[in-house]
């Protein structure tokens, strides 16, 4: 397998790169999980979790497949991040001033952009970046409660 060493696939210094519902580090959402091999190398780890995603673990970004092609991605906060081209300094503080911005379970979550916020442990925040309708299911049932 390939060496994890793409640039474009793992920007400097930790910076993450999304386009809205499309990608991540240029990765497109729905890339067979072969491609994922392909592109990043062998994973750390792998697991399937309790919905039935397989994960790959790359040091602490995690991918997530199911049927075996991309739906998400988990990284760190490492601080900015790169929206649709255009530099973000905090993604939390983002994510709380756009009104389609939904906070469930200390979970800052924008279907519009298909980013959550996981801020459960104030000091380990991370970044969910997921494909279009990924979490429609569970907000349609947090916004009924």
């Not at 959402?29 to 919905?51: C, I, K």
């Not at 991918?63 to 092609?69: F, I, N, Q």
Request: charged residues 20%; contains cysteine.
């Amino acid at each position: 397998m390939p060496s994890r060493t793409s640039e474009e696939h793992h920007p400097p210094s930790g910076s993450l790169a999304i386009q809205a519902l499309v990608s991540v580090n240029g990765i497109p959402f729905g890339t067979l999980q072969d491609g994922l091999y392909r592109l990043l190398g062998e994973p750390d780890q792998v697991q399937q979790n309790y919905t039935g995603e397989f994960e790959m673990g790359y040091g602490d970004t995690i991918y997530r497949c199911l049927g075996g092609r991309l739906v998400e991605c988990t990284f760190p906060d490492r601080g900015r991040i790169s929206v649709n081209g255009v530099e973000i300094l905090s993604a939390f503080h983002w994510l709380g001033s756009l009104e389609d911005m939904l906070d469930i379970a200390r979970f800052r979550v924008c279907p519009s952009y298909g980013i959550a916020y996981d801020y459960r442990d104030p000091q380990q925040g991370s970044i969910t970046v997921f494909e279009r309708g990924r979490w429609d299911t569970l907000l349609a049932e947090a916004r009924r409660h």
